[in-house]
């Protein structure tokens, strides 16, 4: 078994469940201490940090002797649930392709990072090389911003999978809970109710309407629009009571130039028409989590480096490309290091069936050694 199968296939085989996802799993403490007990071996400066107790990242640093820049080779370590997978932790490959939770999302991307960090350590360069092996992405992103809030990089590559695509763009998200208010009274009795939940019913109508108009005028290159959809609903107290209070969440989906502040701004226009329309509408919302977008010009070093080493070990341009979903990346050029995404072929993120192509893991680990020799000579 050639190296990147036999460290991918002990990465898969450890359970490394979020159990902010799903109560009473593991977590990512026995995988990163494996991961630390590898990068130790290649002769990588090794640390363990807890952004969460029992819940570590774990950072190895190739260094330089000094001088150059720094490259961030960055990939979660955390999955989703397996219901409905025979033996998802039992990695079997077939036909160049190996099985598993986490093969795809994203074990195999973070495989090409440890690889390419241990060969960069045995190499003249000299800025550093650090890979990040980051808790809970499938979350709420708290290791990657605890890695951006501690380490300074001249750049960073996410090893997301993006089927050999350079990823220069994806949207970030806005969730948003609306709270409609009413007035309980028997439902007999209408002249003193006020019904929270149809009050709420007419909110949707004008969110509906906001989500078609966002997708009916594309303004970004790469991601076209933002969104919005409901995603979950609440109310009443029973079948003869007029419901007091009606909450729905929301996710607004964002693209660059759109921030948590200008989505708010949306949602409180039309509420205020919907009051201006109907003294007896009464609604209130609030922020419950926010992500910013992504967007790194074509033209900064990074990209342009990738871009050459995936040509170089490719022997062909990788197509440039934006994504729709939210990535750890956002975090890193938030706080101030261009980032892309670049990562392996695959399928079943999340899905029941789930793969990684081996031979785009190992060009990977090459794309990611290439583009530090380059970057951090």
């Known amino acids: 078994m050639d190296g990147h199968e036999q460290l991918l296939s002990e990465l898969v085989a450890i359970n490394s469940i979020n159990p902010d996802l799903v109560p009473g799993a593991p977590g990512e403490a ?64 077939r036909d160049g392709r190996l099985y598993g939770r986490g093969a795809y999302d994203m074990k195999g991307g973070l495989t090409a ?16 090389v ?66 929270a939940i149809a009050r709420m019913g007419r909110l949707i109508v004008e969110l509906e309407q906001l989500d ?33 209070r009606c909450v729905l969440s929301i996710e607004r989906r964002t693209i660059p130039g759109e921030t948590p502040e200008s989505v708010e701004a949306e949602v409180r226009q039309i509420t205020q028409r919907l009051q201006r329309a109907d003294p007896t509408f009464k609604a209130e919302f609030r922020r419950i989590l926010d992500r910013s977008p992504l ?31 939210w990535t750890d990346a956002a975090s890193l050029q938030a706080a101030g290091i261009p980032t892309i995404l670049f990562g392996p072929i695959g399928a079943g993120a999340h899905a029941v069936e789930e793969w990684v192509d081996l031979e785009s893991v190992k060009a990977c680990a090459e794309i990611y050694l290439a583009t530090a020799l380059e970057f951090c000579r």
């Open 295 to 325: 967007e790194t010009s074509a033209d900064a070093p990074i990209a342009q480096i990738v871009e050459r080493s995936a040509r170089m070990v490719l022997k062909q341009a990788p197509p440039v490309r934006g994504v729709p979903y």
């Open 30 to 93: 026995e995988i990163a201490a494996y991961i630390a007990g590898w990068l130790e071996r290649a002769g990588l400066e090794v640390h363990l940090e807890e952004p969460l107790p029992g819940r570590p990242n774990v950072i190895g640093i190739a260094r330089g002797t000094g001088g150059g820049k720094t490259l961030l080779l960055n990939g979660h370590v955390d999955t989703v649930s397996v219901g409905g997978m025979p033996n998802p932790h039992r990695p079997e490959i």
């Open 212 to 244: 078609k108009n966002l997708r009916a005028n594309p303004t970004h290159p790469l991601l076209h629009s933002g969104s919005l959809h409901a995603s979950l609903i609440d109310g009443g107290q029973e079948l003869s009571t007029y419901p007091a």
């Open 113 to 128: 990072c440890l690889l390419a960090a241990a060969a960069a350590r045995r190499e003249p360069l000299r800025g550093d």
């Open 130 to 195: 650090i890979v990040s092996a980051v808790m809970d992405e499938e979350y709420a992103g708290l290791g990657t911003l605890a890695v951006a809030g501690r380490y300074q990089a001249d750049a960073a590559i996410v090893a997301e999978p993006t089927e050999l695509q350079l990823i220069l763009a994806h949207r970030g998200f806005v969730w948003l809970e609306i709270e409609t208010l009413g007035v309980a009274a028997h439902g007999s009795r209408p002249e003193l109710g006020v019904d």
